[in-house]
Nanobody, 124 residues
Framework: QVQLVESGGGLVQAGGSLRLSCAAS????????MGWFREAPGREREFVAA????????TYTASVKERFAISRDNAKNTVYLQMNSLKPEDTAVYYC?????????????????WGQGTQVTVSS
């Protein structure tokens, strides 16, 4: 019954912004760290950002640190990824995921639950 549902993806020009949302159900949301990953065609799934269970700590992959911001609203069981100054190399399917250990982990293999993904396409 656990579901993670992403939304907010789309087509945007380079330099633009998008905010992704991930709505969770079927789990005790505040017991999980949450992460965002992305996967481009022909490439391995890449860690993007993670947030601890109450939002006090965040971590980012270096390529997005100054441009993206992860946040969460536990009252809404939702995690967000604000993406600014988008570049063509950000084009990918973006996935949210739930980490039962809430340790700001970056390996996709440790996350228990995944959303279906949302496509982000950045044109030049």
């Amino acid at each position: 019954q656990v579901q993670l549902v992403e939304s907010g993806g789309g087509l945007v020009q380079a330099g633009g912004s998008l905010r992704l949302s991930c709505a969770a159900s079927g789990l005790t949301f505040s017991s999980y760290g949450m992460g965002w990953f992305r996967e481009a065609p022909g490439r391995e799934r890449e860690f993007v950002a993670a947030i601890s269970r109450f939002g006090a700590m965040t971590t980012y992959t270096a390529s997005v640190k100054e441009r993206f911001a992860i946040s969460r609203d536990n009252a809404k069981n939702t995690v967000y990824l604000q993406m600014n100054s988008l570049k063509p190399e950000d084009t990918a399917v973006y996935y949210c995921a739930a980490d039962p250990r809430s340790s700001l982990r970056t390996a996709s293999s440790v996350y228990d639950y995944w959303g279906q993904g949302t496509q982000v396409t950045v044109s030049s």
